[in-house]
Structures are given as C-alpha cells and as structure tokens.
C-alpha cells in the first residue's frame, strides 16, 4: 500500500492533499474531538519530544524525512509539515478491506503486515495475461473502489524480485520483472534494497567495496562465505543472482504479541513512580486487549527496558498457566521488572507476551508444587 498510515489520513482530511504530511509523535485520543477534528493541524516545527515518524506523504518525503526518522531532526528538514497523530485501529479496518479484495482475487495470499502481501498468480484469473499486468491493474482498481486508496505492485517469479519491483514505480505503479531483466533491473540497485539488508550489513558491504547488486554478483559464493559466514553468506549470493525458492505463507503463527512505548522524557521509577505505574498499566492492558482481538493466549511474560544511555535489557517468566488477561499479565510482568536494575532513568517500557497458543486450547492442568505460595496481587514501581 502507498503510504498507508498517510493515504488513510487523508481519506479523512482531503483537504491536506499534496502536501507534506507526517504520522507520529502519539496516539490519537479516543473519544474526543481532537484538534485535527476541528480542522486545526499541528505543524511539525511545534513537536517536542523524542518520537519517531511512523509514515509520511510522499510530499513530504522529497524533504528527505522518511519512516523511522527522529520528529526533531524531520521538523528541521520540513518544519511547515502537518503532524498527525496515528489511528491503529483505522488502519487496521483499512487493511482487513483491502485483504479481502485480494483474496477475492487470488487463490493464496501471505499477510506481511497492516499494508503489505504477497499474492500467487499462477492460477489467478488473468494471472498470466501480459505477465501478470492484466490482474494487477484490475487488483488495483478494486482496492481502490474498496478503500479509495492505492497501492503498488510488482510482479516477478518470486518473492524476492517482486518485493523490490513493487519498490519501482509508487505511487500507483505496476511493475513488472523477468528472470531476463536482473542485469539491467536488478544489478544497478544498492544492496540495500535487498529486503533484509539493513544498514550494519550493508556498511560491511560497502567496506568491502561492494555497494551495488551488480557488484555483489562479481564475486563468487566461497568469498561470500569467507567473508559472511555460511548463512548470510550463501544467501548474498543467492539475492545476488535473483534466486528465492520460499513459498508462499498462507498460515502462521506470531511467536510474541507486544506493547511498548518510547516516553517523551526519561522517567524514574522513583521520582516518576505514578506516571511509570499508569503507563505500564496501559501497556499490559493495550496488550491484553491484542490478545483477545487475535484469539491467542500466552505463558511467557517478559518486559524490555531501554535506558537513557540506549541500554536495552529485557526479563522474561515462564508461568505454569497461559494467560490473556490484562491483571495477570501485569502481576507476571511486574515480577520481571523486580529482577531488572532501576536506578537509571528509562526512556522505554515494553511489555511482551511469548509461548502462545490458541485460545480455548485444552490442556491438563499442571500439578501445584506442595510448598508453593500465591503471588501478591499488589505490584508498586517502589517495590520492584
């Protein structure tokens, strides 16, 4: 999907068309009849704090500010964008709409997410028709009269040449590429777009003097190997050639549902115990509710802290009993917490919930340990 969380913005404020836009910096507050209800935008130059852009318009991405970028130094680089608080829940009835129109299309899809899939048409209706162009443009019209947004698609014999197709031509492009094309299409792009090449592998790359996809195909898979160790390796080389072999996933399973938040100042556990206790209620309570929307229980609790020097350290519990329940979850969570170090202030809580199963699974209760005690239902951020 183009610009997803944005494009579903401004199905709601079509007035903000063609210009520059980001989504981030929070949630937005439900219900209430926010200021960008009212017709009244905050700009970015106004944002203080330390989020992160979670998508923008294309307008506003030829200022350079793009996903994942700081909203401080995005405000420097377009300080007149319009700053929009994200809408989850919006976007996720977006994406079940537009999934189902490409279910009605194909006879497999694999879910990548809120706005991405990927599609078989080897046996779709037109599946086959101009390489594929035929059904893709009518994909597109129909998502479009079903959402009125528009998405991107490339076309190609696997999954790893039709991810970066569908890269080619946005917004609203079809792209179409044959085993044929990978030295003209393929070689002249940076290793980076390589999906799973992020920026520490592709800086070893460059190190090595390789920065384009071309390059990376001159040498052979034993210097790969010397160089990559055997699995990144072998596949460099594979990516290099347009090789993928990985079938559609029509069906699987999360290993882990989670919850964190990034605070717009550091916080103590002592000085800022009330803010920190109600954040991470929320947490486990915004993750509860995930649980029970996707039908999944779990029994392994864990919490991932950040602290202010960017420290990242995480605890986990395994329970005797699954668990979905936002009390629970918290109770477990909040046991984590006391084995984690809190002197520090902290700049992110995150809450997760591993070892999943279906909801309603039957299961042999497991047998009490003679000796063992109830835990405390009380859990304070002074106690841990």
């Known amino acids: 999907m183009d610009a997803f969380y944005a494009s579903v913005e401004l199905l709601r404020h ?10 981030g910096g929070g949630r937005r507050a439900r219900p209430a009849a926010s200021p960008e209800q009212r017709g009244e935008f905050r700009r970015l130059r106004d944002y203080k704090g330390r989020g992160v852009i979670t998508t923008a318009t294309y307008a506003a991405r030829k200022f350079g500010v793009h996903s994942g970028l700081g909203l401080m130094k995005a ?20 994406s079940r709409l537009f999934k189902e129109v490409v279910l009605a299309a194909v006879p497999a899809m694999e879910d990548r997410g809120i706005d991405e899939v990927y599609m078989d048409f080897t046996s779709a209706r037109d599946g086959q028709e ?15 009269a079903a959402t009125g947004l528009t998405c991107s698609i490339g076309v190609a014999p696997n999954k790893l040449l039709a991810k970066m197709a569908s890269e080619f031509n946005k917004p609203n492009g079809i792209s179409i590429v044959h085993e ?4 003209a299409k393929i070689w002249p792009l940076a290793c980076r777009k390589i999906n799973g090449v992020g ?6 790359l460059a ?13 052979d898979r034993p210097w790969l190997v010397r160089h990559f160790g055997p699995g990144h390796g072998v596949w460099l080389y594979e990516c290099a050639w347009g090789w993928d072999d990985r079938p559609l996933v029509t069906e699987s399973e999360p290993v882990s549902i989670s919850r964190e938040s990034t605070f717009e100042r550091d916080l103590h ?15 486990c309570t915004r993750l509860a509710a995930d649980l029970e929307r996707q039908g999944y229980e779990g029994r392994t609790v864990g919490v991932k802290l950040k602290y202010d020097d960017f420290r990242t350290l995480t605890r986990e519990l395994t329970l005797d009993e699954y668990v979905r329940d936002a009390r629970r979850i918290r109770r477990a969570a909040g046991l984590c917490l006391k084995r984690a170090p ?28 003679p000796d063992a005690q109830p835990e405390s239902p009380q859990l304070r951020l002074r106690d841990l």
């Open 199 to 204: 920026p520490k592998l592709a800086a070893k």
């Open 207 to 219: 190190a090595l003097g390789i920065h384009t996809i071309g390059e990376l195909a001159t040498h």
């Open 75 to 94: 405000a420097a680089q377009c300080p007149d964008a319009i700053l929009l608080p994200a809408d989850f829940d919006e976007y996720r009835r977006y």
């Open 130 to 144: 101009a390489g594929g162009r035929t059904l893709a443009a009518r994909i597109q019209r129909d998502i479009h």
């Open 269 to 283: 556990a002592v000085r800022d115990r009330a803010e920190l206790t109600a954040l991470f209620t929320d947490l």
């Open 180 to 183: 044929a094309d990978l030295r």
């Open 14 to 23: 079509p007035e903000l068309a063609g210009l520059p836009v980001v989504i």
């Open 342 to 369: 809190l002197e520090q202030k902290l700049r992110l809580l995150g809450v997760r919930v591993g070892s999943l199963r279906r909801s309603g699974t039957l299961e042999a209760p497991p047998a009490a340990e």
